[in-house]
């Protein structure tokens, strides 16, 4: 048993293995008791399951900070905080291809459950390259750091205006490449049908598989912010990448109650603009302003939460009086 107190990634192997085994039970669980039939989720159970998932992410959390300390603890509550919350803007998006796919709601849950088995997988190797990078040479920190407080600034000053999923080239490139039905063929992702042109029986990918594939490439260009804001707080491999996946794990029971209510978190977007240049400028303020001393991890928790919070809830205050918006067709 000596191989689970190896060193990997700068943590012991036992530690890794003790998540995995905890993701794995996760999407068991998913896949053999809340998705053995495809239904449509209400807001209700959405809500209930997401305090599940927060549970869980905070209970590893609460493990993390009693096995690695209370660094690494407020590490990983900071860096998980984050992505908890750049997903909103995920959501929106997941919420306009389901649209534009016109997939039914019952089997929306299953496309965002397998999209999130191939993120944890995305997510990994992309952490583990910004890892290496990191740890083969430093000042990579400095343009990640730059690119935040860019990025921070570009969305604080950004429109509104309007995602149009019917020109996206990704579906584009798909479409023309593979053959894809025009009907949907209940939670399939992938059907035998006639070849127009041929006139034989072919396989044929469905809209469902088509808008997990696009589901997966908004991820991508979702995690360019989020991988370097964690990277931001902590180049320690496994913190990065499990708060990074807590965070995503909770998404998919999230997902339908925050679709509905997506309209109400209109101003959240400055709070998070601001999050990204905070988490950027640490980088700089550690390195040169506190001569290579640490940015107190608590100060970074706290200002995170509480700008966070204050988005949240000044967005609910702002939006109290508007109009619902019309529900995705199903």
């Given at each position: ?69 209370a ?27 389901f ?29 583990a ?21 860019f ?69 991508l ?51 998070l ?56 067709a199903?």
């Amino acid at each position: 048993m000596d191989f689970l107190f190896i060193d990997w990634l700068g943590t012991p192997a036992w530690f890794w293995l003790a998540f995995i085994v905890l993701v794995v039970a996760l999407t068991a669980f998913d896949l053999g008791f809340l998705n053995k039939e495809d239904r449509e989720m209400g807001i209700a159970e959405s809500l209930k399951l997401s305090v599940f998932y927060i549970a869980v992410a905070m209970l590893f959390g609460a493990w993390v900070w009693y096995a690695r300390g209370a660094e690494p603890g407020m590490q990983y509550l900071t860096g998980y905080f984050i992505e908890k919350a750049l997903s909103i803007d995920n959501v929106f998006v997941i919420s306009l291809i389901f649209t534009y796919f016109a997939i039914p709601a019952k089997y929306q849950y299953r496309a965002l459950l397998w999209g999130i088995i191939a993120v944890i997988v995305l997510r990994g190797l992309m952490i583990a390259g910004g890892a290496a990078l990191v740890e083969q040479a430093y000042w990579v920190l400095y343009i990640f750091a730059t690119f935040l407080i860019f990025t921070g600034v570009k969305m604080f000053f950004a429109g509104d205006e309007p995602i149009d999923i019917k020109d996206n080239k990704a579906i584009k490139f798909i479409s023309s490449r593979m053959r894809v039905t025009k009907e949907h063929h209940g939670h399939r992702f992938f059907v035998r049908a006639l070849d127009p042109k041929t006139g034989r029986l072919a396989t044929a990918a469905t809209p469902l598989f088509l808008a997990l594939v696009v589901i997966n490439i908004a991820d991508l260009v979702f995690a360019v912010d989020s991988v370097p804001a964690i990277f931001a707080i902590t180049t320690d491999t496994f913190i990065v990448y499990t708060s990074n996946i807590m965070a995503i794990l909770g998404l998919r029971a999230l997902y339908f109650a925050l679709a509905a209510m997506v309209h109400r978190f209109h101003y959240l977007k400055y709070a998070l603009a601001t999050v990204l240049v905070f988490i950027g400028t640490k980088i700089f303020v550690s390195d040169f302003v506190l001569d290579g001393g640490k940015f107190p991890p608590v100060l970074s928790l706290g200002v995170t939460l509480a700008l966070i919070a204050g988005g949240i809830l000044f967005s609910l205050w702002k939006t109290r009086n508007e109009p619902e918006p019309e529900l995705p067709a199903e």
